[in-house]
């Protein structure tokens, strides 16, 4: 099974007459069948190192919007800091990390 599997992928990866070469169909040619059984692995390795690294980066990002915990009193000052942007408060600007802001309204 596991030299039918790769004979159909050589034969694929290179074409018919290349296939039966390279795994050493015709007698006394061990060393085809041991550099592409060495190219093989190798290239699964590599396979299985990119998706495991891919894993761990895809698992370690953070994520592009925090979800912002802040326990703020529910008044109503509003106030407009750096960029236009108006709070509700003051607590609440700097929930959000808001800067330079003062009293809006009146």
Same mark, same amino acid.
């Given at each position: /099974? #596991?030299?039918?599997? *790769?004979?159909?992928?050589?034969?694929?990866?290179?074409?018919?007459?290349? $296939?039966?070469? /390279? /795994?050493?169909?015709?007698?006394?040619?061990?060393?085809?069948?041991?550099?592409?059984?060495?190219?093989?692995?190798?290239?699964?390795? !590599?396979?299985?190192?990119?998706?495991?690294?891919?894993?761990?980066?895809? *698992?370690?990002?953070?994520?592009?919007?925090?979800?912002?915990?802040?326990?703020? !009193?529910? *008044?109503?000052?509003?106030?407009?800091?750096?960029?236009? #942007?108006?709070?509700?408060?003051?607590?609440? $600007?700097?929930?959000?990390? !808001?800067?330079?802001? #003062?009293?809006?309204?009146?």
């Amino acid at each position: /099974m #596991r030299r039918y599997w *790769l004979r159909s992928w050589m034969r694929r990866r290179f074409g018919c007459w290349r $296939a039966r070469e /390279m /795994m050493g169909s015709e007698p006394g040619n061990p060393r085809k069948e041991k550099t592409v059984r060495n190219t093989l692995r190798v290239t699964f390795g !590599a396979l299985v190192t990119l998706v495991i690294l891919g894993g761990v980066i895809a *698992l370690s990002e953070t994520p592009t919007q925090a979800r912002i915990i802040c326990e703020c !009193a529910d *008044l109503d000052n509003p106030v407009i800091c750096k960029g236009g #942007r108006i709070y509700s408060n003051p607590c609440v $600007a700097a929930c959000f990390g !808001a800067t330079h802001c #003062r009293p809006y309204g009146g």
